[in-house]
């Protein structure tokens, strides 16, 4: 089974910088398009990044030039790297791996707490 967490939130005041880390455990994450998505309450979930198996990149307008998302295979890591943080950034950041095999699965993490704040 496919198993995800993630780490890195935490306060932080704006214009402040995070990165966030998604450990995948079993799964063959090297095929995996790896996401972010994140979530306030009250709202719907957003998409925020993504970066499929060959490396390419999609980003929500809203982030682009402040947000970097990379993964590293060897290590089964996915990262967000989060510069020129803003309060609406405030939200549950979840990571998301996006199996488009047959099965057409998706599995999530638990999510973690970001909060931009002074």
């Known amino acids: 089974q496919v198993h995800i967490v993630e780490s890195g939130g935490g306060l932080v005041q704006p214009g402040g910088s995070l990165r966030l880390s998604c450990a995948v455990s079993?799964?063959?994450?090297?095929?995996?398009?790896m996401q972010w998505y994140r979530q306030t309450p009250g709202n719907q979930r957003e998409f925020v990044a993504n970066i499929n198996s060959g490396r390419s990149t999609n980003y929500v307008d809203s982030v682009k030039g402040r947000f970097t998302i990379s993964r590293d295979n060897a290590k089964k890591l996915l990262y967000l790297q989060m510069n020129s943080l803003k309060p609406e950034d405030t939200a549950v950041y979840y990571c998301?791996?996006?199996?488009?095999?047959?099965?057409?699965?998706?599995?999530w993490g638990q999510g973690t707490q970001v909060t931009v704040s002074s």
């Open positions: 998301n791996a996006k199996d488009t095999g047959l099965w057409n699965s998706n599995y």
């Open positions: 079993g799964g063959i994450f090297s095929r995996y398009v």
